[in-house]
């Protein structure tokens, strides 16, 4: 069965960090392009950052570029989010997932929508 399991989430303090994992299971993972997404309490669920497959080009919402960098390791079936200079709004359950363009291309330009099944997605709390 096709499964995305998120994991590497806690509790930390303002400007601390966390790298949270994405691994893939029951399919090729370097077939996809992948992104992160996140919801706060008491708001919708919103794409974060992304990551292309041979290419490799990213892209990262404002509110955390300069501050997150995604990664992937085919190899191992797993993106990667390392997130630095953590800051309260950056409380949420963060989730990954495959995601393609509105011309149903695995690319995440010019804009990324996820597909298929949401995971359990793992709770980042960032707080003093």
């Known amino acids: 069965q096709v499964q995305l399991v998120e994991s590497g989430g806690g509790l930390v303090q303002p400007g601390g960090s966390l790298r949270l994992s994405c691994l893939a299971s029951?399919?090729?993972?370097?077939?996809?392009?992948i992104g992160w997404f996140r919801q706060a309490p008491g708001k919708e669920r919103e794409g974060i950052s992304c990551?292309?497959?041979?290419?490799?080009?990213?892209s990262y919402v404002d509110s955390v570029k300069g501050r997150f960098t995604i990664s992937r390791d085919n190899s191992k079936n797993t993106v990667y989010l390392q997130m630095n200079s953590l800051k309260p709004d950056d409380t949420a359950v963060y989730y990954c997932?495959?995601?393609?363009?509105?011309?149903?291309?695995?690319?995440?330009?010019?804009?990324?929508?996820?597909?298929?099944?949401w995971g359990q997605g793992t709770q980042v709390t960032v707080s003093s």
């Open positions: 029951g399919f090729t993972l370097d077939d996809y392009a």
């Open positions: 990551i292309n497959r041979v290419d490799l080009r990213t």
């Open positions: 997932a495959t995601v393609k363009n509105p011309f149903n291309v695995y690319t995440c330009f010019p804009r990324f929508i996820a597909f298929g099944s």
